[in-house]
Structure formats: C-alpha cells, structure tokens
C-alpha cells in the first residue's frame, strides 16, 4: 500500500490519498494515523482519494469490522463529513456499504465517483 495524508488545518480538511493494494487492516492504520497527528482535530473534513487503488481485497465481514471498529474512535473522529473517491467498482461498491452501515457515527460519509462531486459536497471549491 502506498498512502499520503495532508491536513490543512486552516480549511479543516484532510486529504487522504490510498493506492495501489489496500486491505481492511491497511484501512485502519490510515485512519488511526490521520486521527493521532499533531495537527488533527475532531469534526474536520476528510477527502479520501482511493481513484488510484488496484486491489482491494476487502469483504463484506471486513466491512463490519471497520464499523465497529470505527465506533471506538468516533470521539476521536468527530462530526465532519468524509468524502470517498473510488472509480473502481469494487472499491466503490464496499465504500457505499461502509457508507450505508455507518450511517449512526457522527461522521457523515458518502461516496463519489467524481473528485468534483466530494470537493462540492465538503463544501470546498473544485480546482480543475
């Protein structure tokens, strides 16, 4: 897994950029990361780019899993929107089932196939 995070602390935004292999574990650890920063806070916006994953081998358990998961460190989390990219159909399809069962965290997610569309939605502007 190849993975980068950029935290704007002025716009209260997070980038977070996932590519190439990226399994259920590799998931945590990016959030885990991005949530123990210095220059983190709870409530900000994070925009998930995951365009650029090529193999995804999450299942519907691992799904659940991060759900509940994500339950012990929503305080740390917040209530900020997170936005998912994904191109792939299987990368967007789990996102869309992490969306649909999360849906009781205080972070709201939602999933995209355009970049444009999740920049919109976290209420930022959309540079070409």
């Not at 999740?118 to 209420?123: C, E, K, N, R």
């Amino acid at each position: 897994m190849c993975h980068s995070i950029k935290i704007d602390k002025g716009r209260q935004l997070v980038e977070i950029t996932a590519r190439d292999s990226v399994n259920v574990l590799e998931l945590k650890e990016i959030f885990l990361e991005t949530v123990e920063h210095r220059d983190w806070q709870a409530g900000f916006n994070m925009l998930c780019d995951y365009r650029g994953i090529v193999d995804f081998p999450v299942t519907t358990r691992d799904i659940d899993d991060i759900n509940e998961w994500q339950a012990s460190i929503d305080a740390l989390i917040g209530n900020g929107r997170c936005a998912v990219v994904a191109c792939k159909d299987l990368v967007f399809g789990m996102s869309r089932m992490w969306e649909l069962i999360s849906s009781e965290r205080s972070q709201q997610i939602r999933v995209f196939r355009q970049m444009k569309d999740a920049v919109i939605w976290l209420g930022e502007t959309f540079k070409e």
